[in-house]
């Protein structure tokens, strides 16, 4: 079914609130005119709509441009609901609870480099396990692996998988507060404690890059960005099983919460309860839960990028400066203090397949961002670009300081085996110069560059609307794929 959709300003489009049946708030859509030629029929718009349905949704039920198809919500959305008369849905956050990128940085090069990236990828291969349903390498007592739950990478650091300074540069500075271990289930425990430390498959990826553009030098260098050509290493991986089973139970439990609560959506996927109900507080702890798992899958995952770079090039990865640049999540829903109808108020935001984008200023910052705002990382596909962007104060006002996460699929990964092998997506990638490791051949296939929406094109339109800025343009040279 189309959804008709009002130009209101360059790269931002409305669903008006009469244009579906029940809805509390209007629909928006952040996007050029390139990307919408595939958006405006997208069964996404419909879930657009769906969501501006939903009890207590305050503002707009919005999209961003590398929206597609999620569960319930759609993946690219962005929603603030009131805490007095609004919900949470575990659909409005996903599966993958806190999936997320990491890029770090070092002092090294392309030039001198150049020979060695394969052997690089090679070696963070053996040490990263990848693929579905691999299990991680750690070898923990019980007791510690209930620590990463609540402590997140403090606990991390505290086992030996990081530095002390590593906090300052993740969201949240990698520990979620309200995260409660003892509303996860043991089956998440069973699914997701074995993989601690692992990749994953689909879409997740582990990428040495090197710096191909710098739009705003003052503020790359305040990231630690500083010149065409400097290698950085970016991580995008999530919970793995831990998350995903904590989004099922909850989703069962969420079913049975609406009919005690009186609440319809018009669809079961939006599954939802109350947010100072017993069940939404239940699955805000989970969620946290999960949260602090992924923060830590990815600190272990940094720890051993560190340990692969001094092993093959034999020098200290502190000399080697291999600082974080920054850590985001997206799937998240987070309470935030905004402004709504004209005063500050507490809102829960549910970002599905979205990023923060906070410029200066606002609290959550950790200190090497108060006067910038902090990073926020644009993954591409194999083959294709990253970016760094940073938020604007016209984020905070139109999306609650949020902004795209990625490409975002434009064909099933069943379409892309069928059209892509993988001989010729690897000869594709060879030919620029790009090295590729991959868990299996199909996931070549399935994840192949054309299976996904332009990144080019999605940062440009977020840049367009005003929302972030980019920073500077990152390009792939060898790539592992679960």
């Known amino acids: 079914m189309t959804t008709a959709l009002n130009k209101i300003d360059d790269c931002k489009y409305e669903i008006p609130m009469d244009r579906g049946k029940g809805m509390n708030v209007r629909g928006i859509v952040y996007s050029n005119d390139e990307l919408l030629k595939g958006i405006r029929d997208d069964e996404s718009l419909n879930q657009v709509v769906n969501v501006a349905k939903l009890p207590g949704i305050v503002g707009a039920s919005m999209a961003m441009p590398d929206i597609h198809l999620g569960y319930g919500f759609p993946i690219g959305g962005v929603a603030a609901f009131d805490l007095e008369n609004g919900i949470i849905s575990p659909g409005g ?83 979620i507060s309200f995260a409660d271990r003892t509303k996860a289930s043991q089956k998440a425990r069973n699914r997701g404690f074995p993989q601690l430390g692992s990749l ?3 879409n997740h990826f582990l990428e040495i890059q090197a710096v191909e553009m710098i739009y705003d030098i003052d503020v790359a260098r305040k990231f630690g960005l500083t010149s065409e050509g400097q290698i950085t290493i970016m991580v995008h991986t999530g919970s793995r099983g831990f998350g995903h089973q904590v989004a099922t139970d909850y ?117 090497p961002f108060l006067e910038t705002g902090h990073p926020v990382l644009i993954p591409g596909t194999m083959g294709t670009a990253s970016y760094v962007l940073v938020g604007t104060e016209r984020a905070l006002k139109e ?9 975002g699929r434009v064909m099933s990964r069943s379409r892309a085996v069928r059209q892509y092998t ?61």
């Open 251 to 367: 989703l069962e439990e969420m079913e049975e919460a609406m009919k005690k609560y009186n609440i319809t959506v018009p669809d079961r996927q939006l599954a939802s309860a109350p947010f100072y109900s017993k069940e939404a507080q239940d699955y805000i702890g989970a969620m946290g839960a999960a949260a602090n798992f992924s923060y830590s899958n990815r600190q272990m995952i940094t720890h051993w990028i560190r340990e692969s770079f001094k092993k093959v090039l034999r020098r200290d990865p502190e000399e080697m400066g291999m600082d974080i640049v920054y850590d985001v999540s997206h799937n998240m829903a987070k309470m935030e203090e905004h402004l709504v109808d004209g005063r500050m108020k507490k809102v829960l935001v549910h970002r599905k397949g979205a990023t923060r984008a906070f410029p200066a200023g606002r609290r959550e910052l950790s200190n």
């Open 93 to 175: 956050v996903g599966y993958d609870i806190n999936c997320g990128v990491r890029l770090i940085r070092t002092s090294l090069n392309y030039e001198q480099t150049r020979n060695q990236i394969k052997d690089i990828v090679n070696e963070i291969f053996q040490n990263v396990p990848s693929g579905v349903g691999r299990e991680g390498k750690i070898s923990l007592s019980q007791n510690s692996m209930e620590e990463f739950l609540s402590d997140g990478v403090k606990h991390a650091i505290r086992e030996g998988f990081g530095w002390s300074k590593d906090p300052e540069r993740i969201e949240e500075g990698g520990s």
């Open 399 to 407: 999306t609650y300081g949020s902004t795209c996460h990625g490409s």
């Open 422 to 482: 993988n001989q010729a997506v690897s000869e594709s990638l060879a030919g620029k110069g790009i090295y590729v490791r991959a868990a299996t051949k199909y996931v070549l296939q399935e994840e192949a560059p054309l299976a996904y929406k332009d990144v080019n094109e999605v940062v440009k339109s977020v840049e367009c609307a005003g929302i972030s800025r980019i920073v500077a343009k990152l390009r792939p040279i060898g790539v592992m794929k679960g």
């Open 200 to 202: 994953g498959a689909g």
